[in-house]
Nanobody
Framework: QVQLKESGGGLVQTGSRLELSCTAS????????RAWFRQAPGKEREFLAS????????YYGDSAKGRFTISRDIAENTVSLQMYRLEPEDTAVYYC???????????????WGQGTQVTVSS
């Protein structure tokens, strides 16, 4: 089973840019789609973006469209989420997921990382 580990979270100011990374192990585990979700206190886990195993197709949730970009480094087996113009409403724990195919609902994803906290101050 793949293990996922997120990195890159932290405390930033409104309007800042931040890049999250998700590393999978073993590194030979490359054939799954990958995604980013987030969960704020008291809210459901929210789909942000996903990318197919070969990086050929990407999908975005409404909160991510226009501000977030998902990308994949197949050789390193990492997936990144670049976030621009961050707002306090983006404060949440951000999770990386892996699954056989892209889906908006979190229950369709097979593996999850522990999450990384992103806090945006006003």
């Amino acid at each position: 089973q793949v293990q996922l580990k997120e990195s890159g979270g932290g405390l930033v100011q409104t309007g800042s840019r931040l890049e999250l990374s998700c590393t999978a192990s073993p590194r030979t585990f490359t054939s799954y789609a990958r995604a980013w979700f987030r969960q704020a206190p008291g809210k459901e886990r929210e789909f942000l973006a996903s990318i197919t195993w070969d990086g050929g197709n990407t999908y975005y949730g409404d909160s991510a469209k226009g501000r977030f970009t998902i990308s994949r480094d197949i050789a390193e087996n990492t997936v990144s989420l670049q976030m621009y113009r961050l707002e306090p409403e983006d404060t949440a724990v951000y999770y990386c997921a892996a699954g056989e195919r892209s889906a908006v609902r979190p229950e369709f994803w097979d593996s999850w990382g522990q999450g990384t906290q992103v806090t945006v101050s006003s």
